[in-house]
């Protein structure tokens, strides 16, 4: 007698991303719950078990969803408004709309949008830094989408969301106790970088990362500026800086890391940290390229973000997968370097293990969560294939995302979203658009 499964996917090309990388040409996967269950050749799965829901994946490809490291998805209410400047006079700009413009309702209305469109290319996790992390939690929590968010820290006259700096680290240790153990909202404590907190609220940071066993994520040297206003007033560098405070650790996430010597780089991998690359915002706003070979030889974790379509006006990982190993393989002058299977896992395996959730995302394989996509290659841009990795890696994209599975529950299906009304959801942000716009017009901007 059959085993009874939920959902049945069968005749895929399965991209495993296991430790084997298997590739099945005619692969089945089960699942059962959340969980994946069975993963194999079609005629093997299908003669195990019977599903409620099969999806034919003939002419599609299967493989575990992508892990964006680094965002500020919210943000992408403001897509296209800050263009064609530095890093620090964007800040100050971006900074000016945020304090007229978010609000619990409007990041609500942002974050609806943004894992709209991660959905829709293919992102079923993101790390998500921005003000009123609660509403971007509960709104995952509606949509299915897996998010890792949590408390943020920064020091800035008129905060959006009105939290006094003294009282940031007793409503962030609120969002610990009421997320704790949820399945698809996942705590990270979040204060935003070393030249815009100060000791004390790092340290209070640090320590409630600790006491609630949760991961640590900020911004570091993202820009020379910022390396030389940390050494103006920290005496030192923004790792060094870190490190005296005992924050670099196993459990550390380091957005950008663009201006790092050689034993910077060592101290990284010394104390296990894992750097998020954001190539595509990092060369907009020409902060420069981060030394990611040095860093992978090193043995430094390095995984793939958007940061925000505020600055880089996409969350289209596939860019950043894309444009990463094309910049260093430039820079280096070794087109050998990054190999399309090394860059695939540090948006699926690696960037999972990276950032603390290997054990349940990231591949697929039984006893995994069903964080899956199903890509169209049946699309003039997909033929021919000789190389699946080289292909996912250089042809293939937001485009071929036909369907998305995350935590075992489909949430968008032959291109069309379940748990999200896009056409409401897209009214709500054209007419926050015109208010901001607005703002722009008469002098806000």
């Given at each position: 007698?059959?085993?009874?499964?939920?959902?049945?996917?069968?005749?895929?090309?399965?991209?495993?991303?296991?430790?084997?990388?298997?590739?099945?040409?005619?692969?089945?996967?089960?699942?059962?719950?959340?969980?994946?269950?069975?993963?194999?050749?079609?005629?093997?799965i299908?003669?195990?078990?019977?599903?409620?829901?099969?999806?034919?994946?003939?002419?599609?490809?299967?493989?575990?969803?992508?892990?964006?490291?680094?965002?500020?998805?919210?943000?992408?209410?403001?897509?296209?408004l800050t263009?064609?400047?530095?890093?620090?006079?964007?800040?100050?700009?971006?900074?000016?709309?945020?304090?007229?413009?978010?609000?619990?309702?409007?990041?609500?209305?942002?974050?609806?949008?943004?894992?709209?469109?991660?959905?829709?290319?293919?992102?079923?996790?993101?790390?998500?830094?921005?003000?009123?992390?609660?509403?971007?939690?509960?709104?995952?929590?509606?949509?299915?989408?897996?998010?890792?968010?949590?408390?943020?820290?920064?020091?800035?006259?008129?905060?959006?969301?009105?939290?006094?700096?003294?009282?940031?680290?007793?409503?962030?240790?609120?969002?610990?106790?009421?997320?704790?153990?949820?399945p698809?909202?996942?705590?990270?404590?979040?204060?935003?970088?070393?030249?815009?907190?100060?000791?004390?609220?790092?340290?209070?940071?640090?320590?409630?990362?600790?006491?609630?066993?949760?991961?640590?994520?900020?911004?570091?040297?993202?820009?020379?500026?910022?390396?030389?206003?940390?050494?103006?007033?920290?005496?030192?560098?923004?790792?060094?800086?870190?490190?005296?405070?005992?924050?670099?650790?196993?459990?550390?996430?380091?957005a950008?890391?663009?201006?790092?010597p050689?034993?910077?780089?060592?101290?990284?991998?010394?104390?296990?940290?894992?750097?998020?690359?954001?190539?595509?915002?990092?060369?907009?706003?020409?902060?420069?390229?981060?030394?990611?070979?040095?860093?992978?030889?090193?043995?430094?974790?390095?995984?793939?973000?958007?940061?925000?379509?505020?600055?880089?006006?996409?969350?289209?990982?596939?860019?950043d997968?894309?444009?990463?190993?094309i910049?260093?393989?430039?820079?280096?002058?070794?087109?050998?370097?990054?190999?399309?299977?090394?860059?695939?896992?540090?948006?699926?395996?690696?960037?999972?293990?990276?950032?603390?959730?290997?054990?349940?995302?990231?591949?697929?394989?039984?006893?995994?969560?069903?964080?899956?996509?199903?890509l169209?290659?049946?699309?003039?841009?997909?033929?021919?294939?000789?190389?699946?990795?080289?292909?996912?890696?250089?042809?293939?994209?937001?485009?071929?995302?036909?369907?998305?599975?995350?935590?075992?529950?489909?949430?968008?299906?032959?291109?069309?979203?379940?748990?999200?009304?896009?056409?409401?959801?897209?009214?709500?942000?054209?007419?926050?658009?015109?208010?901001?716009?607005?703002?722009?017009?008469?002098?806000?901007?």
């Amino acid at each position: 007698m059959n085993r009874r499964a939920d959902i049945l996917i069968r005749h895929g090309l399965v991209v495993t991303m296991n430790k084997r990388m298997n590739v099945l040409r005619d692969g089945a996967v089960a699942i059962q719950g959340i969980d994946i269950v069975a993963v194999g050749p079609s005629a093997e799965i299908e003669s195990q078990f019977e599903a409620d829901t099969v999806l034919d994946a003939r002419d599609q490809l299967v493989m575990p969803g992508l892990v964006n490291a680094h965002t500020h998805s919210p943000a992408v209410i403001f897509r296209g408004l800050t263009e064609d400047m530095r890093l620090e006079p964007w800040l100050q700009k971006s900074w000016r709309f945020e304090s007229k413009f978010v609000s619990a309702q409007n990041v609500r209305t942002g974050a609806q949008l943004a894992q709209a469109e991660m959905i829709r290319s293919g992102t079923t996790t993101a790390l998500d830094m921005y003000w009123f992390p609660e509403v971007m939690a509960r709104v995952a929590q509606q949509t299915g989408f897996r998010l890792m968010t949590g408390p943020i820290w920064l020091d800035i006259p008129g905060a959006p969301d009105g939290v006094p700096m003294n009282e940031r680290t007793a409503r962030g240790r609120e969002f610990l106790q009421e997320f704790r153990g949820d399945p698809l909202v996942v705590s990270v404590v979040q204060p935003h970088s070393t030249y815009t907190v100060s000791k004390q609220l790092l340290q209070e940071a640090w320590a409630l990362a600790n006491e609630f066993g949760v991961w640590f994520n900020t911004h570091c040297s993202e820009t020379t500026a910022e390396v030389e206003l940390v050494k103006q007033n920290a005496g030192t560098s923004p790792p060094r800086y870190l490190d005296s405070l005992r924050i670099l650790s196993s459990h550390t996430v380091l957005a950008h890391c663009i201006h790092l010597p050689q034993d910077e780089i060592d101290l990284f991998a010394e104390r296990g940290v894992t750097v998020a690359h954001c190539p595509i915002s990092n060369c907009k706003l020409a902060a420069g390229i981060a030394p990611v070979v040095p860093m992978q030889r090193a043995g430094v974790h390095v995984t793939l973000g958007t940061d925000s379509a505020q600055s880089s006006n996409d969350l289209n990982l596939w860019n950043d997968m894309r444009l990463a190993p094309i910049l260093q393989k430039t820079m280096q002058g070794d087109p050998t370097l990054m190999p399309a299977p090394e860059v695939v896992k540090m948006v699926t395996s690696d960037a999972a293990r990276h950032i603390g959730l290997g054990s349940k995302i990231g591949s697929v394989e039984r006893g995994k969560r069903a964080d899956l996509l199903l890509l169209d290659l049946s699309m003039i841009h997909a033929q021919p294939l000789y190389d699946v990795y080289a292909q996912l890696l250089y042809a293939l994209g937001r485009d071929n995302v036909a369907t998305v599975l995350i935590n075992g529950r489909i949430v968008m299906r032959d291109r069309q979203l379940q748990t999200i009304d896009e056409s409401e959801m897209i009214g709500q942000v054209r007419e926050l658009a015109d208010k901001v716009a607005a703002e722009a017009r008469g002098g806000g901007g």
